[in-house]
């Protein structure tokens, strides 16, 4: 028999048709939309006069835009306030699930939706949003898409599609203290470079990642996208099943049983082949930073930024030049820079056990002076737990100021702005230039390692800060 990965069983089940040499036409189980790129969708199916052909496989939620102070009041920016509008009015028109600001289910696309049990093993998942390729910690093949597949997949559940190539990352061992997975993901970018996984989808396995909690499998497929990959996924398991049992849309009674065995079966093959093969040591990653403005430019925080040796022409001028605009010098060391902000959010790492690291971490301590410390959990549901488990207590004794969920400064399209000149330590994805506010200087890193530099107020090594 064929011997298959479980990206190929999942994307065959799926495929409606195959056009010779052309884009197969592809299913989309599951659609996620937000405020941002949903507008002129709804718009162009209006103006050809066509509905929502499935909105009951199509869930809403306004996040990038939303404010995180205030949430029950007005929108103060117009834009702002008119796109969530826009949403709120579209998806009355078709019959669409909304998690409005404010109600019990509210949050970050890529974190309610795992919340809510949305996201299942073997699914087919889109979203117009990269970060969509978070969904695939559960075995689904999820994907970024444009405005004008988004308003194919609401005229027709389908999209056209070619099969991407196939890559498998294994990470083998145990990881040392201090060490999670937001640094094996920023470990294995450093590596293969924010350009390396391109035109590829990618197979997270290895005993490393098995042994992962759902929350950490995630932050890892959400940064897929940074190392050019169409998304990652990873074969569920014990964990995922363990994960879901009870979520509000997950299957229950004997569906349930009947789900899991067929789940189960979600696995590559023993045998099969991929195009691209990476191997890794869970004991070669140290926590991990970046200094420059993409995610590839990462380093352990005891490491010192990369001199321009080997550079030249063109490859020289733009590394120098994001030095330039990070106010670094190549050969410098990492740890002791001075830090201005931490952010603790996205959907990366603005999950509950992002958070429960955090104040773990910070319990009995305070936040050093220099710091502006902003917690942001992903979705009320975390911001509820956080409350629950006497989180937020400690962390507001520890000086950080939580805010009401959203994308917040992950990508500053709201009031939460990094200043210019600024740096941030960041649990999000994306250190490009602007990125957090205009002039910002964004460094990416785990949870833990954003405690610690909270408290210490500099660059430092979690595993050294009690
Ligand atoms: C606004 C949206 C389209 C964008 C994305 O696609 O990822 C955003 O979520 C981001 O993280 O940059
Ligand atoms: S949290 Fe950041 S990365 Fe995630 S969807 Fe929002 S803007 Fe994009």
């Not at 599951?30 to 103006?47: G, M």
């Not at 997949?153 to 060490?179: D, H, N, Y």
Request: hydrophobic content about 35%; charged content about 25%; aromatic content about 8%.
């Amino acid at each position: 028999m064929e011997k298959k990965t479980l990206f190929d069983k999942v994307w065959d089940a799926h495929v409606i048709k195959s056009v010779q040499d052309g884009p197969d036409v592809f299913f989309i189980d599951k659609h996620f939309i937000h405020e941002v790129t949903s507008p002129v969708a709804f718009l162009n199916l209006e103006k050809r006069g066509i509905g929502v052909m499935f909105p009951e496989r199509t869930v809403a939620t306004p996040d990038h835009n939303v404010p995180t102070i205030d949430q029950d009041k007005t929108i103060k920016d117009k834009l702002s306030r008119m796109q969530v509008e826009k949403l709120r009015e579209n998806c009355k028109n078709h019959g669409i699930d909304l998690h409005d600001l404010g109600s019990a289910h509210h949050g970050i696309v890529h974190v309610i939706g795992p919340e809510l049990g949305i996201t299942q093993p073997g699914m087919t998942i889109v979203c117009g949003d990269s970060h969509t390729s978070t969904h695939g910690a559960f075995g689904a093949i999820a994907f970024g898409i444009g405005t004008s597949e988004v308003e194919m997949v609401f005229a027709t559940q389908c999209i056209m599609q070619s099969k991407p190539k196939k890559m498998r990352i294994t990470v083998e061992g145990t990881l040392g203290k201090g060490v999670t997975s937001k640094d094996i993901i920023l470990y294995i970018i450093s590596k293969i470079s924010a350009a390396g996984a391109t035109g590829y989808f990618v197979e997270y396995a290895g005993s490393a990642i098995q042994s992962l909690s759902m929350e950490a499998r995630m932050t890892i497929c959400n940064m897929s996208i940074e190392m050019g990959a169409r998304g990652g996924l990873i074969a569920p398991d014990e964990t995922t099943f363990e994960y879901l049992k009870g979520k509000q849309y997950a299957p229950i009674g004997a569906d349930w049983e009947k789900a899991v065995s067929e789940w189960k079966e979600l696995k590559t093959d023993e045998g099969a082949t991929f195009d691209m093969e990476y191997n890794f040591e869970a004991e070669d990653i140290e926590p991990m930073i970046t200094y420059g403005t993409n995610p590839g430019m990462g380093i352990k925080v005891v490491g010192n930024i990369p001199t321009t040796d080997g550079m030249e022409g063109s490859n020289k001028k733009t590394y120098l030049k994001s030095l330039d605009y990070m106010g670094f010098a190549p050969g410098e060391a990492i740890k002791g820079k001075k830090v201005d902000y931490v952010f603790v959010g996205s959907c990366t790492n603005g999950r509950i056990e992002d958070i429960r690291a955090v104040a773990d971490f910070v319990k009995g301590k305070k936040k050093a002076d220099n710091i502006t410390a902003w917690i942001v959990p992903g979705s009320r549901e975390v911001e509820k737990l956080a409350h629950e488990e006497g989180l937020v207590k400690i962390l507001e004794e520890a000086g950080f100021e939580l805010r009401q969920p959203g994308c917040s400064a992950c990508l500053a399209m709201n009031d939460d702005k990094i200043p210019a000149g600024k740096y941030a330590v960041s649990t999000s994805n994306r250190n490009f230039e602007g990125r957090q506010g205009p002039g910002a200087r964004t460094m990416l890193a785990s949870p833990l390692t954003v405690a610690a530099v909270a408290v210490t107020g500099e660059i430092c090594d979690p595993r050294e800060v009690f």
